[in-house]
């Protein structure tokens, strides 16, 4: 994952820390993506989990763009 060549660039002293919060990220994202996805597709049937996807992709792009610094 480039997430954690980005993590030692970055933070090359506490890239211990990061590594563990990179992966609990991943953990929590992994469980609860199944639970998530079904919860979407019996609300909103097939197309609406692909919306509902590209929604948060986008909230997180633009929350991303925003809170992290240059």
């Keep these: 994952m480039a997430v954690f060549s980005l993590v030692t660039i970055h ?16 953990g929590i994202g992994l469980m609860a993506g199944p639970i998530v996805g079904q919860i979407f597709y019996s609300k909103y049937g097939f197309d609406g989990c692909f919306y509902s996807t590209t929604v948060m992709l986008g909230l997180a792009g633009f929350f991303s763009w925003a809170f992290i610094p240059d």
Excluded: Q
């Design 11 to 26: 933070f090359p002293v506490e890239k211990v820390v990061y590594f563990g919060y990179c992966e609990s990220a991943t």
